[in-house]
């Protein structure tokens, strides 16, 4: 393997902010950016990242309050997917990057379409793994989630899974996988997310991230908009035992897009831990015939 295509892990200082990421391949003013999603940061594109980066160049931040980025305390910093977004869109920028593929997932999804929907000169193509922009994804287990949103009392907030604890974090990667299945599952993922998560201050941070989805929601009309006026390529990835996304999500996806290539993968919510190498080789093809569309390669 080249050594440019080896995976570097940087920090760059953003809006006064001091941001992790790791990036692979030469360094283009085009390229692939990765946004995870939670409880993860991009430690989860560690086994993707150098295969990109044999063909072209790649970048997963850590997102403000995720992995090894600054996780300044809620009384400082507002912890909202716009303020989130602002420190990726410039960290791309000082990278020089002008165009890319974007590949969002969970909450990177309303980070990432922010950023598309401010430029969507930007976007070359759209990757999307286990992540909602239509009303078809969220099922029965948002109930709790909408009844809150609505009317924020403590007694509503009772009702609401238990998701902040290092149990609700091991459940983001093993919840709806059979036992065979979540073998396959590397137990160090939740606990770096849990060491990372238990930062001062940050528990209450992913809290008030999670108050703040339903502003993602209310743009579900904008995001179609989006996607019916400017049609960038689509590539949907999917892992089928996910609990929190419902798979309608990706016949939503069908209902919009004109260039639309979907896959779905015998995994759960963050099934890049056990399926990272197909994921890798649908990318490489995907944004090879992007860039080849727009020239660029």
């Known amino acids: 393997m080249r050594y440019a295509a080896k995976t570097r892990h940087l920090f760059r200082d953003v809006g006064g902010l001091r941001l992790h990421y790791r990036e692979a391949g030469v360094p283009s003013s085009t390229a692939v950016l990765l946004l995870h999603g ?11 990242l150098p295969e990109l980066g044999e063909h072209f160049y790649a970048v997963a931040p850590d997102m403000p309050g995720f992995g090894f980025s600054d996780a ?7 912890y909202t997917y716009e303020r989130l977004s602002q420190p990726i869109e410039g960290l791309v920028d000082d990278l020089g990057v002008r165009r890319f593929v974007l590949y969002v997932t969970d909450y990177s999804t309303p980070v990432g379409y922010l ?4 430029h969507p000169e930007r976007i070359l193509g759209l990757v999307v793994q286990n992540g909602n922009t239509h009303e078809a994804g969220l099922g029965t287990i948002w109930d709790t989630a909408r009844e809150y949103w609505a009317e924020p009392t403590e007694e509503n907030r009772a009702k609401l899974p238990d998701w ?13 996988l059979s036992p065979e299945l979540q073998t396959l599952q590397p137990h160090e993922t939740w606990h770096l997310d849990w060491e990372r998560l238990t930062r001062p201050g940050n528990i209450e941070a992913h809290f008030q991230l999670f108050v703040d989805y339903q502003h993602h929601v209310a743009r579900f009309p904008e995001i179609s908009a989006y996607h019916r006026e400017h049609q960038p390529p689509c590539l949907v990835l999917w892992g089928r035992h996910d609990v929190y996304f419902d798979i309608a999500e990706v016949l939503a996806y069908h209902q919009e897009m004109e260039t639309l290539e979907a896959h779905l993968y015998d995994g759960g919510h963050l099934f890049l831990e056990t399926h990272a190498a197909e994921v890798a080789d649908q990318l490489v093809t995907f944004v090879g015939n992007v860039m080849d569309r727009a020239e660029l390669r």
Request: aromatic share 14%.
């Open 38 to 48: 939670f409880p993860a940061s991009s430690h989860s594109f560690r086994e993707v």
């Open 72 to 78: 300044p305390p809620p009384d400082e910093f507002e």
């Open 115 to 118: 950023m598309a929907l401010r």
């Open 164 to 176: 902040l604890t290092f149990e609700g974090t091991r459940d983001q990667y093993l919840s709806g």
